[in-house]
C-alpha cells in the first residue's frame, strides 16, 4: 500500500506564509503526478497545485504568483510554498499522489488525510 505522509499546516497569519510537504511511502517506482487540493467548510474541494514527476506544473488561478509547488523525486516527496496567505484560503489541505507502483494494480491514485491550514489573526 502507499500512504501520504503529511506536514507543515498549521496557523498563519494574513500575508503570512507556510511550506507544506508530502511524502509517498511504500514500494513506489516513480511518481505520475503529485499535488495539493483544499477544502473549506461547506464548499467543494478544489485544486491548488499538482506538478509531475517531470516538473511540468498547473496553479489554480487565485494562487498564482504566491504559490510554488515543486518535487524532489528521489524522495517521493513533493512541497508547496505558499506565501501572501489569504483567510479565505483556511482550508483542510489534501495531498494528492498518482504513482507507478512495485505491485499489482501497477498504477494507483492515493489521498493524505489532510492538514488544516488556518489563515486567522
Known amino acids: 500500500q502507499v500512504r501520504l505522509a503529511e506536514s507543515g499546516g498549521g496557523l498563519a497569519q494574513p500575508g503570512g506564509s507556510l511550506r507544506l510537504s508530502c511524502a509517498a511511502l511504500g514500494h513506489i517506482i516513480s511518481i505520475n503526478e503529485m499535488g495539493w487540493y483544499r477544502q473549506a467548510p461547506g464548499k467543494e474541494r478544489e485544486l491548488v497545485a499538482v506538478i509531475s514527476g517531470g516538473g511540468a506544473t498547473t496553479y489554480a488561478d487565485s494562487v498564482k504568483g504566491r504559490f510554488t509547488i515543486s518535487i524532489d523525486n528521489a524522495k517521493n516527496t513533493v512541497y508547496l510554498q505558499m506565501i501572501n496567505l489569504k483567510p479565505e484560503e483556511t482550508a483542510v489541505y489534501y495531498c494528492?499522489?498518482?504513482?507507478?507502483?512495485?505491485?499489482?494494480?501497477?498504477?494507483?491514485?492515493?489521498w493524505g488525510p489532510g492538514t488544516q491550514v488556518t489563515v486567522s489573526s
Open positions: 494528492n499522489a498518482d504513482v507507478v507502483r512495485t505491485i499489482l494494480p501497477r498504477e494507483g491514485v492515493f
